[in-house]
């Protein structure tokens, strides 16, 4: 398991404590975005969408460690936009660190590179880069609509663990993904050296240009079983860097709730409800999005159409974390996990095979969002 140990004993001493103090609702990780404005425009993303004056605009260093202390949450993930581009991005890593928060810094290291070897940053164990990656180098360039930054982010992420940095990968699925150029991407990234890898299905943002890509629930089941199953096939050794009960429920066997409370997220606009995926308004304090937030209303329970396809990790990997630390059963179902990670399944890796017999890549995407006929031609 791609995790620390000394993160991991700090997470199970957080979880425990509020457990002791009978807090049913605590969160886990602060979605903090002190900026939306990126250099690329991906499909899928739901940020970049905002109109140029509030693209301009960033969350004050004063005010995100404001939101940092007001939260409490021992890990602080800092997505945006790209986070690199915020003026005092290296005095909020500094401040982070100083307050012992496990930083997880979200990039899509087009400027990791050129930042490491300015001398902004300092490796320590409590700063991770969390490098976006949409696969193997045709689909993640395709994904992201430029050439050349697959290789971009592969230097930034070789110099950064050749530094000493803490270096993982996220990736998000949708409907259209190879399962085999999944599985072989992640033998690229551990041969890259990363710490561990996170995955989860894509969600489909209001504002996402794409929306025709976004995996079902029952699809997800169907992909995520493909690609986690069968470990042992080619000698794989992967690591993640997730709790290894959130990835059985991607695959189906497990059924959890989500737990939005639990990844809150604060921006410009302030602490936004419910969920980093939804925009159901927002409140000045922590408090009042904690105790305030109608939360019956959200997760696939409450019948709340918005909910029923979800299964992103800011949802339900705190859910996971949860059922870890509150029971024996989910403890030891948590180690069985970490040890018995092959999950041998015939039908998943025959499904696998079929899945190699079909068309994949760009020009497959390009048939789904119904422009088939330009790619064809060589116009799109």
Request: glycine fraction near 8%.
């Amino acid at each position: 398991m791609g995790v620390p140990v000394a993160q991991m004993w700090t997470v199970a001493s957080y979880v425990l404590s509020q457990k002791l103090r009978g807090r049913k609702r605590y969160p886990l990780v602060l979605m903090l975005e002190p900026l939306f404005r990126c250099n690329l425009a991906c499909a899928g993303c739901g940020k970049i969408q905002y109109p140029p004056h509030i693209l301009k605009r960033q969350v004050s260093l004063e005010d995100c460690l404001k939101a940092v202390d007001e939260c409490g949450a021992p890990m602080v993930s800092i997505p945006g936009g790209e986070p690199l581009l915020h003026p005092q991005i290296r005095e909020l890593v500094d401040e982070l660190v100083k307050r012992g928060k496990y930083i997880y810094l979200c990039t899509n290291a087009i400027l990791l590179k050129e930042k490491l070897e300015a001398g902004w940053f300092t490796p320590s164990r409590h700063l991770t880069f969390s490098v976006h990656m949409d696969g193997q180098e045709e689909h993640h360039d395709f994904a992201v609509a430029r050439e050349g930054t697959y290789q971009k982010a592969i230097a930034g992420i070789r110099l950064a663990v050749e530094r000493g940095f803490r270096v993982t990968t996220n990736t998000t699925l949708f409907e259209s993904c190879d399962p085999n150029s999944v599985r072989a991407f992640f033998d690229e990234m551990m041969e890259v050296g990363v710490e561990g890898m996170m995955v989860s299905p894509g969600y489909a943002y209001e504002k996402a240009p794409d929306q025709k890509s976004f995996l079902k629930r029952q699809k997800t089941h169907e992909l995520f079983e493909m690609i986690l199953s069968n470990r042992k096939d080619g000698k794989r050794s992967w690591r993640f860097n997730q709790s290894p009960l959130f990835l059985e429920f991607l695959m189906g066997k497990r059924d959890y709730e989500c737990t939005p409370w639990g990844n809150p997220t604060y921006n410009m606009f302030g602490w936004q409800k419910p969920c980093y995926l939804l925009h159901e308004g927002y409140v000045e304090t922590f408090d009042e999005l904690l105790n305030d937030t109608a939360w019956q209303n959200y997760g696939r329970a409450s019948g709340n159409p918005k909910c029923q396809n979800c299964m992103v990790h800011c949802g339900y990997e705190p859910t996971a974390v949860d059922h870890t630390f509150s029971s024996f059963g989910g403890l030891w179902g948590t180690i069985k996990a970490m040890v018995f990670n092959t999950y041998a399944n015939p039908g998943a890796r025959r499904r696998l095979a079929e899945e190699a017999k079909r068309p994949h890549g760009p020009l497959a995407q390009l048939v789904q969002l119904g422009i088939a006929d330009e790619a064809k031609s060589g116009v799109a």
